[in-house]
């Protein structure tokens, strides 16, 4: 089944403890991206990836790193995490960027105190 | 970053009735995507639209690609309790590699 799983669903975590939030797909596709949803403000994109080997940032990307070794995996990593990064996290992909139906991961809520 | 102008923010209907949201953008996009997002789960797309003046249907789905580039609406006929959800549009503005995400439009649905 074509999916995109994110990993983990919630996760609770303290000011300043390093996590990785892992993204995984299975559709061979070029583009992958992270956004997080907060209440009003609809999705904003964090990181994005063109393909391998080349990521650039989106609107929010403070506070956030990622990395794109191979095709299928596109983990979002929040070295020292703070509150104000408290939201649900989503990661998509798609066969290339623009054309082609992005498939979203099931989210990831995590919050930070 | 740039802003995409989503309304309205929520509508609660009754069942049976036609609902209109639309999104208008300040610069000119390429691409227009309409998405729903049902309590816990990511957004799923529902339509899909490049170019300028189309107009394209999903079942009781309609969404047109607006003649300046700068807006798009979706329309749902005949509205059902599983219409509820959060309605996102987003957009490929014509320059860069970044999509923009509307605030979403909250849709409650009256049986």
């Known amino acids: 089944e074509a999916q995109v799983t994110q990993n983990p669903r919630y996760l609770i975590t303290v000011t300043g403890k390093k996590l990785t939030v892992t993204c995984s797909q299975n559709m061979n596709h070029e583009y992958m991206s992270w956004y997080r949803q907060d209440p009003g403000l609809g999705l904003r994109q964090i990181y994005y990836s063109m393909n391998v080997e080349v990521t650039d940032k989106g609107d929010v990307p403070e506070g956030y790193k990622v990395s794109r070794k191979e095709k299928r995996n596109f983990p979002l990593i929040l070295e020292s995490p703070s509150p104000n990064q408290t939201s649900l996290y989503f990661c998509a992909s798609s066969l290339s960027f623009g054309r082609g139906r992005a498939f979203f991961g099931q989210g990831t809520r995590l919050t930070v105190v | 970053g740039q802003q995409l102008n989503q309304s309205p923010q929520s509508m609660f209907i009754q069942e049976g009735e036609d609902v209109s949201m639309n999104c208008t953008s300040s610069s000119i996009f390429n691409t227009w995507l309409w998405y729903k997002q049902d309590p816990g789960e990511g957004p799923v797309l529902l339509i899909a639209?490049?170019?300028?003046?189309e107009l394209t249907s999903n079942g009781r789905l309609t969404a047109q690609f607006g003649i300046t580039r700068k807006d798009s609406f979706l329309n749902i006929s005949a509205s059902i309790p599983s219409d509820v959800g959060i309605y996102f549009c987003?957009?490929?503005?014509?320059?860069?590699?970044?999509?923009?995400f509307g605030a979403g439009t909250i849709l409650r649905v009256k049986s």
């Open positions: 639209l490049y170019k300028a003046g």
């Open positions: 987003a957009g490929k503005p014509s320059y860069g590699n970044k999509l923009v």
